[in-house]
């Protein structure tokens, strides 16, 4: 069974560009999530999304935003890029919105700002 | 409002020594804990979990934590250290009932001495 998948890896984007990152849940897998993680902050929770629609939403601007289509392939968008949104960005997917449902994780997007 | 208390960014221990990774958490509601490592440029992997029942849990590569109420507490214990098991180890909460939204620790770097 194939994990999440996340794409691009690896990218550079300038100040003031946009990004689009996507992220290919589990098969099977309704609910994706979307972290970002820095050395100074650590994990932080950027959105949820399930059946297409957002659920939770983390203290970020509204520069950020994703979105989730009927396959349950989300997509998180952040436009006007600053130096401080290079990070690791991770996807994950569970069943459903059930807690205690387990988390699975990508490998992520590295975006670097310059 | 939940949210997870990391002990220690940085643990070292020697191979062959009891690993112990500290973490407590603030929840008003019964919590749903977990442990994810995360290894050099990947994403994160789940270890272990713990929802309902047994308050010790046992997970993947030998690691096991203890559900501890009274404490708040779910330490993540090795007997045995092993050169692999250096990584980030972050602790994890979400609470029963709504929508799912896990909160993460911010991260124990363990490093294993040879």
């Known amino acids: 069974k194939a994990g999440v998948t996340q794409t691009p890896r690896y990218l550079i984007k300038t100040r003031g560009q946009q990004v689009t990152l996507s992220c290919s849940p589990i098969s099977g897998h309704r609910s994706v999530s979307w972290y970002q993680q820095t050395p100074g902050q650590g994990l932080q929770f950027l959105f949820e999304?399930?059946?297409?629609?957002?659920?939770n939403k983390g203290n970020f601007p509204g520069r950020f935003s994703g979105r989730q289509f009927s396959n349950s392939r989300s997509e998180m968008n952040v436009s006007t890029l600053e130096l401080g949104d290079s990070a690791l960005y991770l996807c994950a997917s569970s069943l459903d919105t059930t807690s205690g449902n387990t988390i699975y994780f990508g490998e992520g997007s590295w975006l670097t700002v310059v | 409002a939940q949210s997870v208390t990391q002990l220690g960014s940085h643990v070292s221990v020697s191979e062959g020594a009891l690993v112990l990774l500290r973490c407590n958490y603030s929840?008003?509601?019964?919590?749903?804990l977990f442990w994810y490592v995360q290894y050099p440029n990947q994403g994160l992997q789940l270890l272990l979990k713990y929802t309902t029942g047994a308050t010790l849990v046992k997970g993947i590569n030998g690691f096991e934590a203890e559900f501890k109420k009274s404490e708040t507490s779910f330490h993540l214990t090795k007997p045995s250290a092993h050169m692999s098991d250096a990584a980030e180890y972050f602790c994890a909460v979400s609470y029963s009932g709504g929508y799912q939204k896990v909160t993460f620790g911010t991260g124990t770097k363990l490093q294993v001495i040879p």
């Open positions: 999304y399930f059946s297409e629609t957002q659920r």
């Open positions: 929840s008003s509601v019964p919590p749903y």
